[in-house]
């Protein structure tokens, strides 16, 4: 049986891999392999595929077999290539031993460089260079990384050794130390190995690259991996490479180098070659910050006055500048890399596809498109739906290096800076003062409404990312950090704790959404500028989707904002945001205290003009777009003040009456406190234990018909008066919350009573759909019978999710994090559809309703709509549109894209 192969060799200009097989070779390997059969000048090395890091872990950490004979006969190889032999005393090959994950994952994983390095073969180094101050440096850094890296030595106390060897010497920088402070530090950081770890510094080079190759793989699940992994959606199943590569030096002397550099500007997407190096030095002390690095060439040097590679080496600068586009040419992508000149001669150690903003990834890919690199179709998908978040909020300034507090989930993206305060009504009053604020809560409820619109962004200590305060805010476009559970919250007592931290209100705090920060202070911001190539982008992925996109607007401004950002209609608006204003909520609440249906038909008539107004204002910013218009589906309670509140108000009447002398004021109290605990009483007559799955929806529209109606009325009056006016209208009118058809047909049949009364009194004719929400499994199950009445289905996946998996969304966040993090679930399924449950009772509910009534038009309208991953899965089961919120439409429109443009790759 032929041996299975575990390890790749790359040199001579003949590799055994290529750039397409990152899966077995990791991202590094791979592109180690290309540039190696490009001709590229690499150090001969080779690569343990990512098999052997699943077997490591699959088998209790146990290697395959045949491993350590194919490294040993790789080896081998590697030592032909360079002229040298690994632990000889005379002409010894020293290596590195790095990881490469088939996508990148920068720092996260570990490193070691000079491994072979000895008391004799540190000698022959000497012998071989004739410099002993570079062997020495290269021997202590070798001791300083194999003893953090492998023996679990904390890099800290290697630097403090070091730290004190420069104060002795009255020097700053390390390339300042001479050999005999080198050696001497050498020699300290082997006492300090076997101080700490009781065990001798390995002398043997075998038992080194050994030990070296097993620290990199128990990399693969360090805490920093698996958090960037998750983070990142990256599987913890896929594995990391290990590369052993021949070791080049830049810390040789001043005709030495190393660098870093990336083929276009990654924060511009300028076409200009961007990078740093430092003469005299080895790859970590580019990045380390110790040293200034210097300008990789002259258009650089307008930020810098050191001297520029171009300058100080020509030669291998040259070379480096025609390899750049040798590369770039050939990957058709921007290209990080990084390299090290050795007495004036040019190697590459990397090439990965480059990290970028997203203003850097739109300009790339529309420039590229317009060079000839790439066609329209990989312009498209060179750009991340995700990263376009970046493009269409304030962003923090993360070069200042603010002052984190706590973290929270990235609800809502986008910055925010204001001053902290703790109620809706302080937010507001002191947003009208001109102030900015931070309106900071355990959670909110829809009655917070008018202080989140005041605030410049959310901070709430409870909550997930589609909890109250998520939801509303994305579709403010406002700043949220949700779920931060690592404040505790003191609202009354005008103050929070962050750690030892007190903020209170008033002092200022900013929010970075995009990554749920809670920073001090006022953070720097910097305001995104939407370019002629962001319009160009999405152009060319309109062209190419088919899934149309709607928002989810309350109001004439969140329309007009979702239609400048491409929106084709609106798929969901909430009635019940517009039951909070000011001069509507005493009149919402005289409609629920109603002891009888006169008064509350009373109340309803004074509602109806508003709503009228309301629903026109809409329908004038989506002019000729349609718009579904979903009726009340809150519990009548959130109306009403809190139970709590009213006992304290009661309790407060009754403490003022005791100090009253006067029979008016306390007649005056009196009448209070009796309207206080009528209020009370119906308060608490209409709590309930669920409330969620209580009273509300289509069973309001049935136990109040007149409720239903009246918004029926309102919506089209306003379509009539609209279309005499000239405005093509389709009202789409969706009934809330059905589990069987019987409910939808009861509701349905008032609602055609009313709209064709209006329609008649007005002299007009409209086309109007009514249709339904599938949130509850049982519709989703029955969508056949469901559909022979319904015209559309639109799918609220918020509440679909949360009864199909019977978690509660807004207290899910205490558990959620650790079924992820222990792989119970693949990702929070608020965040992503969950296309194996939920998932599958939306395909089903397609199916079943269009087989019932052919051409069915079919949306979802849950936080799902804007999240790429779920609005690819809406494509493949035949969705109609998607509908999420203003600010997410532009990522929805490039996600659709991507869904079309895999399924013709076949992808």
């Known amino acids: 049986m032929e041996e299975k192969k575990y390890v790749y060799f790359f040199g001579q200009g003949k590799a055994e891999g290529s750039a397409d ?153 390390d390339t300042d130390l001479d050999a005999k402070a080198l050696k001497d530090v050498a020699t300290q950081y082997r006492a300090l190995v076997k101080q700490e770890t009781g065990q001798d510094f390995p002398e043997e080079p075998w038992s080194q690259l ?246 410049q962004g959310i901070l709430t200590a409870r909550g997930g990312m589609t909890s109250h305060a998520a939801v509303v805010a994305r579709g403010m476009g406002k700043c949220c950090v949700a779920g931060c559970g690592a404040l505790q919250i003191h609202g009354e007592a005008g103050y929070f704790n962050a750690g030892d931290l007190k903020i209170r209100e008033g002092d200022f705090i900013s929010l970075n959404g995009s990554t749920g920060e809670v920073i001090l202070g006022k953070a720097k911001l910097i305001q995104p500028e939407l370019s002629g190539d962001f319009g160009t982008l999405m152009s060319w992925a309109d062209e190419m989707r088919t899934l149309k996109v709607r928002t989810n607007a309350d109001t004439p401004e969140d329309a007009k904002t979702a239609r400048g950002f491409g929106a084709e209609g609106i798929g969901l608006t909430r009635t019940e945001h517009m039951f909070f204003g000011e001069e509507r909520l005493p009149i919402v609440q005289e409609m629920i205290l109603a002891d009888n249906k006169e008064v509350r038909l009373k109340a309803l008539d004074q509602l109806l003009p508003m709503q009228k107004s309301d629903f026109k204002g809409i329908f004038e910013a989506m002019k000729d777009l349609p718009v579904t218009i979903r009726l009340l589906d809150p519990p009548l309670h959130e109306f009403l003040p809190r139970r709590e509140e009213l006992i304290l108000e009661i309790a407060d009447l009754k403490f003022q009456l005791s100090s009253l002398s006067k029979l008016d004021e306390i007649d005056e109290v009196l009448v209070k406190i009796k309207a206080q605990e009528s209020l009370l009483e ?43 006016e000239g405005y093509s209208i389709v009202p789409e009118v969706m009934i809330p919350l059905i589990c069987d058809v019987k409910e939808f047909s009861y509701i349905k049949k008032s609602a055609i009573e009313v709209a064709d009364k209006v329609m008649k009194r007005y002299g007009v004719s409209l086309q109007y759909m009514i249709g339904t929400m599938i949130e509850i499994p049982r519709a989703a199950l029955t969508a056949d019978e469901v559909a022979k009445e319904a015209e559309f289905f639109s799918f609220g996946t918020n509440d679909l999710t949360q009864m199909t998996f019977g978690f509660s969304r807004d207290d899910a966040g205490v558990f959620l994090p650790g079924y992820v993090e222990k792989k119970i679930l693949p990702q929070d399924p608020f965040i992503a559809l969950d296309q194996t449950g939920v998932g599958q009772l939306v395909k089903m509910g397609v199916e079943k309703g269009r087989s019932a009534r052919p051409g069915l038009k079919v949306g979802i309208c849950g936080e799902h709509g804007g999240e790429p991953s779920s609005v690819e899965f809406c494509h493949r089961i035949g969705l109609d549109y998607v509908s999420c919120s203003p600010y997410r439409v532009p990522i929805a429109r490039l996600a659709a894209a991507h869904a079309r443009i895999k399924e013709e790759q076949g992808k």
């Open 21 to 173: 097989m990152k899966n077995l070779l990791g991202g590094k390997g791979a592109n180690l392999a290309e540039m190696t059969n490009l001709d590229v000048p690499v150090p001969a090395g080779f690569t343990i595929t990512t098999e052997v890091c699943t077997a490591y872990y699959e088998n209790n950490k146990q290697y395959p077999e045949e491993l350590w004979s194919q490294v040993k006969e790789n080896l081998q190889k590697v030592e032909n290539a360079m002229g040298s032999k690994f632990g000889d005393p005379h002409q010894s090959l020293l290596v590195s031993v790095r990881s490469g994950a088939r996508v990148s994952m920068p720092g996260m994983m570990d490193t070691v460089l000079n491994l072979g390095l000895n008391d004799t073969t540190v000698r022959g180094v000497i012998e071989q260079t004739g410099n002993e101050r570079f062997a020495y440096d290269s021997y202590r850094r070798f001791i300083n990384m194999f003893g953090d890296v492998v023996m679990g030595v904390p890099h800290e106390k290697f630097e403090k050794i070091l730290q004190a060897k420069k104060d002795e010497f009255g020097v700053t920088l």
């Open 210 to 455: 050994q030990m070296a190759i097993g620290a990199v793989f128990g990399s693969w699940n360090t805490d920093r991996a698996i958090t960037y992994r998750r983070l990142n959606a990256i599987s913890g199943d896929w594995g990391t490479a290990v590369n052993v590569q021949s070791m080049v030096y830049g810390n040789m002397g001043d005709d030495c180098g190393t660098g870093v550099a990336f083929t276009r500007d990654p924060g511009t997407g300028e076409r200009v070659f961007f990078g740093e190096y430092l003469i005299n030095a080895q790859g970590e002390d580019v990045v380390a910050g110790i040293r200034t690095p210097q300008p990789i060439n002259i258009a650089q040097k307008k930020d810098s006055n050191l001297p520029s590679l171009e300058e100080e080496m020509p030669q291998p600068y040259k070379e480096l500048e025609a390899i750049y586009q040798k590369l770039e040419n050939h990957y058709t992508d921007m290209q990080d890399i990084e390299f090290t000149i050795q007495k004036g001669k040019l190697y590459l150690l990397q090439t990965r596809t480059g990290k970028r903003t997203a203003a850097s990834a739109v300009k790339i890919a529309v420039d590229m498109k317009e060079e000839g690199l790439i066609d329209k179709r990989t312009a498209v998908l060179r750009v991340e739906p995700d990263q376009l978040d970046q493009l269409l909020h304030p962003m923090i300034d993360i070069k200042t290096k603010p002052e984190v507090i706590a973290k929270g989930l990235p609800a809502s993206p986008g910055a925010a800076i204001g001053k902290v305060v703790f109620t809706a009504e302080k937010a507001q009053y002191d947003a009208e003062s001109g102030e900015k604020v931070i309106l900071v809560r355990n959670e909110t409820s829809p009655e917070d409404i008018g202080g989140m619109h005041a605030a």
């Open 682 to 724: 119906k308060v608490e007559s209409l709590h309930e234990f669920n409330p969620m799955l209580g009273h509300r929806g289509c069973r309001l529209g049935i136990t109040y018909p007149e409720i239903y109606n009246m918004q029926v009325q309102a919506i089209f009056e306003a379509a009539c008066e609209l279309s005499k």
